[in-house]
């Protein structure tokens, strides 16, 4: 397309800068053809006019747009180029915190100076069996791709590892390494993988030092093949290294180190075993000081020392001979030191007795004379004569250093070697992938023969790397199909050739090194001679005749020739390496074995093994006289073989290539610095990369993919159901030059710019789009507020127009009010006053003429109390003198009388002296007597009469006695008063003087008191004010301690509140954890018990020959699953006669519902069937009694045969209705079923198919018994109708007309005599078998009552239940109901089979019978022979036995209990025809049994044996969901029933009578409670590792990439790693996979009878591992991160939750499990730019971590045009409020955690008395008690 298109006004630009490299800018007005000047605004703001290349006219490199920055992929642009690569990497790098990037096949990682998490074994599982490009880019990435390429093409792997000093080269292939040795793990027990990862550490300490630009620089290169068997497992490894920097043991520049372990050694040098090595600060040598930099920053040297140590000795170098290590390292300290002193200009010497000397010489173990002298002195030789020759100090120095050089690489190679011995395997190596960690471009201000070395190795690598890019492409084009041309690219073969070909710099170096006066300045004018002028590449500095020039691939380098033939020659004396060869320490000779077969340099490569996996070189013939001394070979030659050879290696593997770049050189993390990344990228060859994609088709996309991207901009008419013509079709119409784009087979290739173009219009489409959207909408909305305004002014009109009118006529009613009130008011004032006159008027007189009339009453009143007082006191007086006379009368009376009666007295006295007084007095007594009885009676009436009056008297007087007596009293009290007055009044007037006396002396000292009072009061009140101060203080101090203390108190209660609560909460953590331990430790003892088993079989298969036929399966499975494949195999020959008893076909599990379905149908046919035995019945008693009336009517002879008739049509009417209905039912279910029970080959639709089938089958059977049956009835009615069964008068008499023989007639009439015998006794025995039937039936309602009776029981035993429990134990006993239904159907059936078989040998006496009646036998056969046994048989029923819930079972028959019970059953058969459980029922009732017998050796040797066969089927069955999920069901089941029936209190609370009755009684079987408790937990962990195995592949795929809600996320343009599509093809997962997975699972579980709570923890765990495993995959990809994949998630994480809420399952707390998902998709989706957003940010997503929370909002990218990225400033926002957060550091969740298990006890309500053992299960053998 032309420039005029794409160079448009606000197109942005790169220009470029001397300060950033490429800067900006903005095009401020279309460019035109011919413009020499663009108009262009920078981001700064400044305008600027950008000049073009007059020759050149280039435009400036394009823009692309913002939603393609940052991509994964560099190749992945659309403007390819090196402004776009640098500022990708840059927002990569500086905004996202990325530090890989893919570009094409090259992996660029930036060293971010920083320790990131991203390096966990949490990420290594995340990216291992992952595809490279569905991930983000990453270290480990590579490797998986490596290590997975080796596995599926069997083709050898490389690893290229390259970059600058500093660049992270040495990290990146430890990291490399480290996957390798996690993801493959060992084939033995030796610990490769670890041996592996501690030559690490070891290679570091003796081959790493600090540089200015790197701290942990490595100074050598090495090439570590790690090797693998067949299994792709670590066997070994070997390494080789490459040019050792020598030169920095005796030299550092300034703030650089030695290395690292000279340091170590120096700062472990107090430790009692180095007492021996003399050591000191490292201040103190020579070789350690001359940096001035001997301490790194957080690094301490003393514990690195003890990794090196443990490193060697995990490798294998014991103790002798790392103190022997350490003995050279330190003389060579020792040896820095030693000091020369001038004799004279040609000769030096050394001190006597110089200490240093003397310690390198004790440590080396040689004599101190000899190592003095030929310090000081070299030997030199001639043709003739030998000749020492002493040296002057400067090359003494040097000669000293060449020594040291030396021995320390002599040390690293013999370090080497041992490392690659104890790496070395036996086992023979499959394959290996090799890890190259090598040196980057070099260039320094003055660059040597390391430099030149180093970038001639990069040339070589550089030429490979090209040409396999170069190769790959190729291979692209081909395998699409498309055509193409030859890429140009740069081909650095005459730079190669330059450096090694013949008369190259090589090969002169060497000559030159051969020559006896040969000289760096001889070597140079050879090379300006040679090359100069003659080759490109090669060039002279203007001032130097010293120097050199070539052009690298990279840029320039100036070499100085001053040491290079020192360099290459490496000489040292041989007289020293003599003196050292004699050392008495045994260590020192063997560095300096001979070596000529090694095959990499002696500064350099160390192993002389061959290399494993890899074609040997042929070693270099030796001609017959070629010395065997050291040091033949220079370092060059050696340096260029051992190049070769790596080159060679790298060739025939498949190389992957890792560029680490620095990004700046001051160490500061996360700081780019342009111009030094431009350095590097251009040196590395990633621009390379970029150039040679951009020269063909770097944009690729899928048809797919396009189409789903760019079909906004197609119409509908253009979508066809041909992608692929569709994708032509408008790429034509959009694209007019069709040299911009290619069609493949499955790919459209697009030239570099054109995925912009077309982002470009489809981002003008949406825009279109979007402001048409926008008119339309604003459009409305302004429409919207017209009307509204419009309307709202009517209403305030018409409100308005309403208040005046109601304003007047208020005003109107208000005067008329008004004038109403006036009249009111004056009426009421003038009313008022008249009532006020009135009322005072009334007031005056009611007054007056009250005190009128209370003056009269008062008079009246005062008079008649006068009179009152008056008569009182005058009958007072009265009754006083009437008292005082009478008193005085009646002494009177009484004196008198006792006068007069003295008198009489004495006169009695002398009377009664004499007789005749006597006598007389007795005359005329009698009469006296009865005249004085008279008189007594007389008396006695009277008196009576008088002592009536006298008691009334009495009372009157005694009335009036008490009143005298009151009134007397009351006198008496008055007078005793008056008397006391007086006294007082005397006493009060003696005291009055006396007080008045008193009170004047009172007075007085009343006087003196005051004075003081007032004095007193005065000092009182100044002290009351002072109190009352002080009570004010107090109390203000008192309401302050108040507070304080309510304050204290109320803090104290809140944090002991919190304390409680986070004790409490720490407690339950600490019990999770304590639990999660106990199940791990649990785990690893059950892991470790499964190696044990499997060692213990290995063991018994290498002692046993193996039988033929039995073999391992491949290799690719683990060792564990050949060891259980092999042991099942054996088992599988053992158990083929049992085997061969069983169903081809197990049974599918069964719908539950339609399981009940199809039973309660059963059920009805079998009461349909029974009334049709009813009416059957009825209609045989009515024939009965036709016959009981035919006897009586003997002409009616045929009634049995119709009877016969009417039954065979009735027996044929019913099995067509129970055809016809079976037909029916089979017909609706399959038309009414669920899809997935009731479709084709599904196994419910076989099991109920077979099942109807066999009905029908047995339908059949009976429909051609009852033909049977019809025709022998037919052929007995042909056989007696001729001759006795004429019913009909016409017939008979057409018979006797026919029968014209007499002898006929009588043989008839004696046939049809015979015949009323034979229905005789049919009858006889039909009324019998009628009344067994009627017993039967009998015994039948008594047993239904019975049953009747133990169903209301449960009931009322399940109404006492819980609500779940109740519905489990109604489900149970519902399902054992119809399971006892089915095996009393399959008794019917079988005694249906015998009762067949009994009529059909019946039938068979019939015939032969009828047969001897028709040849005239029949006289001769009595009616008794003929019929052997009834037809009907007679059913007995058995009595329900009274169980108590035992089996009994012999101990001999143990073995085959546990076989059938555990061993050999079948989950699947179980789970739909029994009850759940049942296995554990039937173990627990032969417990129960074994302790009713109280055996304790029964029991421990049955519960053994349980468990140990459980685990014999997990172990071998254990990838089977339903095995695991029914075994852990059915030990949870037994768990429950030992500690139902244990007889403690805790676990008796819900049983019934009947089930503490079952309890046992001699046994205690806690200990085999844990033991299944811990069983119980192991198979709990192993269901959620298959369900974790199961799940794993549907996560990513389901959750995250497939579209659930289609069209909302757009796809992105894709680099070279092309991405799993997002598009559902038949082999992609789903969420509609994995809802159907839970649902398999739940339903599984549930058809075996979980636990509610057990389900519950399940489906947690599998929630956990579905949530860990998306967010994991969510923080690992950028493309995923973005706000329409957010919603996608929440959508597919809404479908969970409704899942949950279907299966009841919202309190499990698996939605919570979901949360840090659920916040991770929210943080998608809101607004991330201002404070209050980053606020709701940190208040939101509380279950993310902070390093979670950063990372997102880092990978955060638009997908369009229309979405901004996060800021920089946001992202440190959110940082700063959650630096306080304290949360785990760990980025990704532990997707492997398994919660701990717990088992709450869920008593079952079955009754044990009534389980019923099935027939299927095997169990004859055992027996109900």
């Not at 111009?675 to 020269?695: D, F, H, N, P, Y």
């Not at 009841?1704 to 404070?1731: F, H, W």
């Amino acid at each position: 397309m032309a420039a005029s298109e794409l160079y448009t006004k606000f197109a942005r630009v790169w220009i470029p800068d001397p300060e950033e490299v490429w800067k900006s800018a903005e095009l401020l007005k279309d460019y035109k053809p011919g413009d020499t000047v663009l108009q262009l605004h920078l981001e700064g703001g400044k305008d600027l006019e950008y000049r073009l290349d007059p020759k050149t006219k280039e435009l400036p490199h394009l823009r692309n747009p913002d939603i393609l920055v940052g991509e994964n992929d560099l190749t992945a642009l659309s403007y390819l180029h090196e402004p776009a690569v640098l500022h990708n990497l840059r927002v990569r790098f500086i905004d996202s915190k990325l530090i890989y990037t893919y570009c094409g096949i090259v992996l660029v990682a930036i060293n971010p100076y920083e320790q990131l998490p991203i390096y966990g074994e949490d990420i290594i599982n995340a990216y291992s069996g992952q595809n490279m490009g569905d991930m983000d880019p990453h270290i480990f990435a590579v490797a998986e791709e490596a290590y997975k390429q080796m596995a599926r093409d069997e083709r050898n792997q490389s690893i290229i590892v390259s970059g600058e000093s500093g660049a992270g080269k040495t990290v990146s292939a430890k990291y490399a390494m480290r996957y390798f040795a996690t993801v493959s793990g060992s084939a033995s027990e030796a610990n490769v993988e670890e041996k592996v990862l501690a030559s690490n550490p070891i290679m570091e300490s003796i081959g790493n030092a600090k540089t200015t630009r790197n701290d942990n620089s490595s100074r050598f290169g090495k090439y570590i093949e790690i090797g693998f068997d067949k299994r792709y497992r670590i066997i070994g490894a070997n390494m080789r290294t490459y040019l050792l920097e020598k030169s920095r043991v005796v030299f550092q520049a300034e703030e650089e180190r030695n290395y690292h372990i000279f340091y170590q050694l120096c700062a472990s040098a107090k430790l009692p075993e180095f007492k021996m090595l003399r050591l000191g600060n490292a201040d103190y040598f020579h070789y350690t000081k001359q940096g001035g930099s001997p301490v790194i920053d957080g690094v301490d040297d003393a514990k690195e020392m003890v990794h090196t140590r443990q490193a060697c000795t995990l490798l294998g170098i014991n103790e002798s001979y790392q103190m022997g290590i350490f003995r050279i390292l330190a003389g060579i300290l020792h040896l820095g030191n030693v000091g020369f002193t001038s004799r004279d200009s040609d000769s030096c010497s050394i001190p006597p007795k110089h200490e240093p000397l003397s310690i390198f010489c004790d440590l080396m173990g040689v004599e101190y004379d000899e190592m003095s002298h030929w310090l000081c002195h070299r030997k030199l030789a001639t043709a003739t004569e030998t000749y020492i020759k002493p040296i002057p100090k400067l090359q003494a120095t040097n000669a000293r250093d060449a020594l040291a050089k030396h021995i320390y690489a002599k040390l690293f190679n013999w370090i080497v070697d041992h490392v690659n011995q104890a790496l070395h395997s036996a086992v023979k190596q499959h394959s290996f992938i090799g890890v190259l960690d090598i040196y980057g471009f070099e260039t320094f201000e003055i660059n040597s023969f390391e430099q030149f070395c180093i970038n001639y190795a990069n040339e070589k690598l550089q030429q490979q790397f090209n040409m396999h890019v170069f190769k790959l492409e190729q291979e692209e084009y081909m395998k699409e199909q498309i055509p193409w041309t030859l890429i140009d690219f740069y081909d650095n073969q005459p730079c190669i050739n330059l450096i090694e070909a013949k008369l190259g710099i090589l090969d002169l170096l060497d000559e030159e090194c051969k020559m006896p006066k040969g000289s760096d300045d001889t070597w140079a004018q050879k090379l300006y001679n040679t090359h100069l002028n003659k080759c490109a590449l090669f060039e002279k500095p203007r001032m130097s005749n010293k120097a050199f020039i070539i052009q690298h691939f990279a840029d320039k380098v100036e070499y100085q020739c001053e040491g290079f033939l020192e360099k290459n020659k490496d000489t040292v004396f041989e007289e020293q390496i003599k003196v050292l060869k004699s050392s008495k320490f045994k260590m020192l000779p063997e560095l300096f074995q001979d070596d000529e077969k090694a095959i990499s340099p002696s500064s350099a490569t160390p192993s002389g093994r061959t290399p494993l996996s890899r074609t040997p070189i042929k070693p270099t013939k030796v001609r017959p006289g070629q010395s065997t001394k050291e040091h033949k070979k220079t370092v060059g030659h050696q340096f260029r073989n051992s190049l070769h050879l790596l080159m060679e290696t790298l060739n025939a593997t498949t190389p992957h290539y890792v560029r680490c770049i620095k990004p700046n050189d001051f160490k500061f993390p996360f700081t780019f610095d342009e111009k030094r990344a431009v350095q590097q990228l251009r040196a590395c060859g990633v621009l390379e990369t970029i150039r040679i994609s951009a020269a063909g088709f770097p944009s690729r996309w899928t048809y797919q993919e396009f189409f789903s991207r760019y079909r906004v901009l197609m119409k509908q008419k253009d979508v066809l159901s041909d992608r692929k013509q569709t994708c032509k079709n408008v790429l034509e119409k959009l694209i007019l030059d069709k040299d911009k784009y290619q069609f493949g087979k499955t790919k459209i290739f697009f030239r570099a710019g054109q995925v912009a173009y077309l982002e470009k219009i489809r981002a003008d489409k949406l825009r279109a789009a979007c402001i048409r959207i926008q008119k339309t909408i604003r459009g409305w909305l302004l429409r919207k507020k017209y009307l509204r305004m419009r309307k709202a002014a009517i209403t305030i009109q018409r409100y308005v127009r309403g208040y005046q009118a109601r304003c007047y006529a208020k005003f109107l009613r208000r005067t008329n009010a008004a004038t109403i009130i006036q009249k009111y008011w004056r009426m009421y004032v003038v009313k008022k006053k008249y009532q006020i006159r009135r009322a005072a008027t009334i007031v005056i007189q009611s007054y007056l003429r009250g005190y009128m009339a209370r003056n009269r009453y008062r008079k009246i009143l005062h008079e008649h109390k006068a009179i009152i007082i008056q008569k009182q006191v005058r009958g007072w007086l009265a009754r006083l003198h009437y008292k005082r006379c009478l008193k005085a009368i009646v002494y009177l009376q009484c004196c008198f009388r006792r006068m007069m009666a003295k008198r009489e007295l004495k006169k009695l006295k002398i009377e009664a002296r004499s007789v005749e007084r006597y006598k007389k007095l007795h005359i005329g007594m009698e009469n006296k007597i009865m005249q004085l009885q008279r008189k007594v009676d007389e008396q006695n009436k009277e008196y009576k009469s008088l002592l009536e009056k006298l008691t009334t008297l009495e009372g009157t007087y005694n009335s009036e006695t008490e009143k005298l007596r009151n009134d007397l009293s009351r006198l008496h009290l008055s007078e005793e008063e008056a008397k006391i007055a007086t006294s007082r009044v005397l006493s009060l007037q003696e005291e009055l003087a006396k007080l008045r006396k008193d009170l004047e002396r009172t007075q007085s000292e009343k006087k003196t008191i005051e004075e003081w009072a007032d004095k007193y009061k005065k000092e009182t009140e100044q002290l009351v004010s002072n109190l009352k101060e002080e009570n004010t203080l107090l109390k203000k101090e008192k309401e302050t301690l108040n507070h304080l203390i309510s304050e204290q108190a109320k803090e104290f209660t809140e944090t002991m509140e919190k304390k409680l609560i986070e004790e409490t909460k720490q407690l339950e953590l600490d019990l999770n954890d304590e639990r999660l331990r106990y199940q791990n430790l649990l785990n690893e003892f059950s892991r470790l018990e499964e190696r044990y088993d499997d060692l213990k079989e290995e063991m018994t298969l290498m002692v046993n020959v193996p039988k033929p036929g039995h073999r391992r399966t491949d290799s690719t499975h683990s060792s564990n699953e050949s060891e259980y494949t092999f042991s099942s195999e054996i088992m599988e020959t053992e158990d083929i006669p049992l085997r061969m008893e069983e169903p081809s076909e197990k049974k599918a599990p069964l719908d539950m519902s339609l399981f009940l379905k199809l039973q309660k149908r059963v059920t009805e046919l079998e009461l349909e069937k029974q009334a049709m035995q009813d009416e059957l019945d009825r209609k045989e008693e009515q024939v009965l009694r036709s016959k009981a009336k035919e006897e009586e009517r003997p002409q009616i002879r045929g009634a049995e045969l119709e009877y016969e008739s009417l039954k065979r049509q009735e027996l044929e009417s019913e099995n067509k209705k129970l055809k016809n209905e079976l037909n029916e039912l089979r017909k609706a279910l399959s038309e009414k079923g669920a899809p997935e029970v009731t479709a084709p080959g599904a196994p419910a639709y076989r099991v109920l198919m077979e099942q109807l089938t066999s009905v029908s089958e047995e339908l059949d059977v009976r429909k051609e018994e009852v033909l049977i049956l019809r025709s022998q009835l037919v052929s007995q009615k042909e056989a007696i109708q001729p001759k006795n069964t004429m019913t009909d008068s016409t017939i008979l008499l057409e018979d006797v007309q026919k029968m014209k023989d007499k002898g006929e007639i009588a043989q008839a009439y004696i046939g049809l005599k015979e015949t009323n015998r034979l229905l005789e006794s049919q009858l006889q025995s039909q009324k019998k078998s009628h009344d067994n039937e009627t017993e039967a039936l009998r015994g039948e309602i008594q047993s239904l009552k019975e049953e009747n009776n133990r169903q209301q029981q449960l009931l009322a035993q399940n109404l006492q239940l819980p609500p779940e429990a109740r519905i489990e134990a109604s489900l149970q006993h519902e399902i054992t109901r119809l399971t006892n239904e089915n095996l009393d159907l399959m008794e019917q059936l079988e005694k249906q089979d015998k009762t067949v078989r009994k009529l059909k040998k019946q039938l068979k006496v019939f015939a032969k019978k009828i047969g001897e009646l028709e040849v005239g036998q029949m006289e001769n056969i009595s009616p008794g022979q003929i019929i052997d046994e009834p037809i009907r048989p007679v059913n007995i029923p058995r009595k329900e036995k009274d169980f108590q819930g035992m089996l009994e079972y012999k101990k001999d028959d143990e073995q085959k209990l546990v076989k059938n019970l555990i061993l050999d059953l079948k989950p699947r058969g179980v789970a739909v025809n029994l009850i759940p459980g049942l296995p554990a029922y039937i173990l627990f009732m032969c417990v129960r049994h074994a302790d009713y017998l109280n055996d304790d050796q029964k029991v421990r040797s049955l519960l053994t044996s349980t468990i140990n066969s459980i685990k014999k089927v997990l172990k071998k069955r254990g990838d089977d969901f339903e095995t695991v999920s029914f075994w852990l069901s059915n030990t949870c089941r037994f768990l429950h029933c030992l500690k139902q029936y244990s007889g403690e209190e805790g676990f008796m609370k819900h049983n019934t009578p009947r089930q503490n009755e079952h309890c046992l009684t001699n046994f205690d079987l806690a200990e085999y409670r844990q033991v299944l408790s811990d069983l119980a937990i192991q198979i709990y962990q192993q269901l959620v590792r298959v369900l974790e195995n199961i799940l794993q592949p549907m996560i990513v795929s389901g959750m995250l990439e497939h579209e659930t809600i289609q069209g909302v996320s757009g796809v992105k343009p894709t680099g070279l790693r092309k991405r799993t599509s997002s598009i559902a093809d038949e082999g992609t997962y789903t969420l509609d996979s994995i809802l159907r997975q839970l649902n398999s699972f739940h339903s599984v579980m549930c058809q075996h009878g979980m636990d509610p709570e057990l389900i519950k923890q399940v489906v947690k765990q599998m929630f956990y591992i579905v949530g860990a495993i998306t967010l994991n995959n969510l923080l690992l990809r950028k493309d995923m991160c973005s706000w329409s994949k957010g919603m996608q998630i929440r959508y597919n994480v809404s479908q969970l939750e409704e899942w949950l809420r279907d299966k009841n399952l919202m309190n499990s707390g698996a939605k919570e499990t979901l949360e840090p998902l659920i916040q991770a998709a929210q943080l998608l989706q809101v607004k991330k730019k201002t404070d209050e957003d980053a606020e709701a940010i940190c208040s939101m997503c509380n279950a993310l971590t902070t390093a979670q929370i950063v990372k997102v909002l880092n990978l955060y990218t638009p997908v369009n045009e229309f979405e901004e990225r996060v800021s920089v400033s946001f992202i440190r926002t959110i940082q700063m409020r959650l630096r306080d957060r304290k949360d785990s550091p760990q980025l990704l969740m532990d997707a492997k955690h398994i919660f701990p298990v717990t088992f709450p006890f869920n008593p079952s309500s079955l009754a044990l008395e009534t389980i019923q053992i099935p027939t299927s299960l095997g169990l004859g053998f055992i027996a109900r008690v």
